[in-house]
């Protein structure tokens, strides 16, 4: 069993930028892909970004490319969410997903650990 909890959300203007933590504990990490995902009021959960055990490589929705950058270190389950020049628009509460499939999965669907998710709200 793995335990997933966010950290680093809160407010920030448009055009600042947060790093988002993800610690995980109870079970092997370094196995597991790490995903991070989005969700807006009243919206659908969303891909945001992917970083593969393996590698490691990454993956991202195409309207953080250029602006958010995922990281893991294992040595201490956290993976990262470096996030700049926000935007309205990102404001959301973003949740970390392990996943032990194999490759990056975009839709959020089969992910095996959830964490509870972490508020950022970017004002104009």
């Known amino acids: 069993q793995v335990q997933l909890v966010e950290s680093g959300g809160g407010l920030v203007q448009a055009g600042g930028s947060l790093r988002l933590s993800c610690a995980a504990s109870g079970r092997t990490f370094s196995a597991y892909t790490m995903t991070w995902f989005r969700q807006a009021p009243g919206k659908e959960r969303e891909f945001v970004a992917g970083?593969?055990?393996?590698?490691?490589?990454?993956h991202y929705a195409e309207f953080v490319k250029g602006r958010f950058t995922i990281s893991r270190e294992n040595a201490e389950n956290t993976v990262y969410l470096q996030m700049n020049n926000l935007s309205p628009e990102d404001t959301a509460v973003y949740y970390c997903?392990?996943?032990?499939?194999?490759?990056?999965?975009?839709?959020?669907?089969?992910?095996?650990?959830w964490g509870q998710g972490t508020q950022v709200t970017v004002s104009p």
């Open positions: 997903a392990a996943d032990a499939r194999l490759g990056i999965f975009t839709a959020p669907y089969g992910f095996d650990y």
């Open positions: 970083i593969s055990w393996r590698g490691p490589s990454t």
